[in-house]
């Protein structure tokens, strides 16, 4: 995202130098503007630069055409808003420009110097929006995410915890031994097990009465 500090990036490609000067003198007093005399140009800074706010190209060039280049750029920098110019008004190449290089405009030689300012102040903003939106979408998914951990995180607390109130529900805390809803709990499964099983299986009970308990816990706790 663009700071206070920092102008706007952006970056003009045409292969004549006469119009790179035109151009470069039209837009440098808004933004940080930098040139290529081919689309191999741009495409060599487009690896090893932070991406352009906006992206203004001539239509016929050697080698690659704008189209093709805003293409590759439209992959690479999808954020990046992309205006194409050109000398030939032709539907075709209309049409082929939005569909394959995502064109944000397109404008016709020869343009008007205060129309092709605004023009490109406004793809500056529809940029900024962009990133706005897209920080916000971030900041939104990293607070669902973190929350999503803490709810987690929770419900692992309260499985826990039911587990230990279960446990103690079920244990004698003196002796760490079943207690008396355990046995009502566990009886008439037992007593199923025992009675559907294939040949002798005997289920036994022990009942342990201890006398005088209470000189145990009086002497030893």
Known sequence: TETAVHRPRVLIVDDETANLGALRGILESMFEVSVAASAAEALAMADTMVEWAAVVSDYRMPEQSGV??????????????????????????????INQAQ??????????????????????????????????????????????????????????ALHELEHAARTDPLTGLKNRRY???????????????????DLCFFLIDVDHFKRINDTHG
Not at 79 to 92: A, P
Not at 183 to 201: K, N, V, Y
Request: aromatic residues 6%.
């Open 68 to 97: 093709e280049l805003l293409k590759k750029l439209a992959q690479r920098m999808p954020r990046t808003r992309r205006i194409l110019l050109t000398g030939y008004v032709d539907i075709d190449s209309v049409i082929e420009s």
């Open 103 to 160: 064109i944000w405009k397109f404008m016709v030689k020869p343009y008007d110097r205060d129309d092709l300012r605004l023009t490109v102040q406004r793809a500056v903003e529809a940029y900024q929006m962009q990133c706005m939106i897209d920080a916000h979408m971030q900041a939104l998914e990293r607070e669902v995410q973190a929350r999503t951990e803490e709810l987690a995180e929770r419900n692992r607390q309260l499985e826990a």
């Open 183 to 201: 046995f009502d709990d566990s009886i008439d499964a037992d007593l199923a097990l025992a009675a559907g099983s294939t040949g002798e299986r």
